[in-house]
Structures are given as C-alpha cells and as structure tokens.
C-alpha cells in the first residue's frame, strides 16, 4: 500500500483540497463509485486555478478560453468509503502553448494512503472549439508553479 506524508502545507507546484465522501458517491458497500474521481479532479484543478488568482469562469467570460479534457486516465489503488476525509492534490505536469496536462494524487486524509493516481490533459479553445494560444495572464502564473519543480 503507497503513502504519501500529508504536509500541513502541499508542496510549491501543487495544491491539496480536503474533501468528505458524500453517500451518493457510493455503491450499496459504501464504496465510491469510480467516476466520482473524476469529478473530484475537476474540483481540484478548478482549486488549484483559484490559488493562484482566477478561475474558469473569468478565463471563459473575459478570455474567451476553455480548457476541455482531451485525455483523462485513472489507476485505482485503494477503496475510499462513505464519510472518508479525501486530499486530492493537483500539480501541473506540462504547460505548452495550447496544451495543459495535470496530475492528481488522491489519497486518504487520516493516513496519506494512495486512493487514485491520475491525470488529464487539455487543450486550449475558444467558444467556437477553435485551438488557440493560452493568454499570456495564465501562462506566466502556471508557469511559476511549474518552475518550482
């Protein structure tokens, strides 16, 4: 079984969401139903976003930017059950002009057991699903978490 040392503060290039298995994220044993780890990687792309000055919202209404999943693959580690404290921390693992890729560790609060591994990769739109250059705002400050890998 993996650990990995919860820290009360995450390491520079990534961000910890704390979060509490819901019992509709479960099956009839308690047991959370796979895809809910996706949605729980949103949630923690979108924070991890928000710590460093803007969100989805303002780059889609002020930027004309979207950043949909083109790539999302999940290695299922360990069961996370009903009422669980979760982390999932988000790094970013690649930042190209158009092209966005995070990585997640989703673990277990109380004992830093590896729950999921995972990561996803996005490419940069307009409304009109026209590829285009990520904005030189969001650029510069993914690009401060990534340097301090």
């Not at 509490?20 to 009839?28: I, L, M, S």
């Not at 949909?68 to 693992?93: F, H, Q």
Request: glycine letters at 4%.
């Amino acid at each position: 079984m993996v650990k990995i040392e919860l820290m009360s503060h995450p390491p520079r290039n990534s961000h910890d969401v704390l979060l509490r298995v819901r019992y509709a994220e479960t099956d009839k044993m308690g047991v959370v139903y796979h895809s809910n780890f996706f949605v729980w990687m949103e949630i923690g792309r979108v924070e991890l976003m928000r710590s460093l000055g803007f969100d989805y919202k303002q780059m889609e209404l002020e930027d004309d930017c979207h950043l949909p999943v083109v790539d999302a693959r999940c290695r299922y580690k360990s069961p996370a059950y009903y009422d669980e404290e979760i982390v999932v921390r988000t790094e970013l693992r690649n930042l190209r002009d158009s092209l966005i890729h995070f990585g997640y560790n989703i673990l277990r609060q109380r004992d830093g057991v590896v729950l999921a591994e995972a990561e996803t990769t996005h490419i940069v739109v307009n409304a009109k699903m026209e590829k285009r250059a990520l904005p030189e705002r969001y650029r510069t400050a993914f690009s401060a978490i990534k340097r301090t890998r």
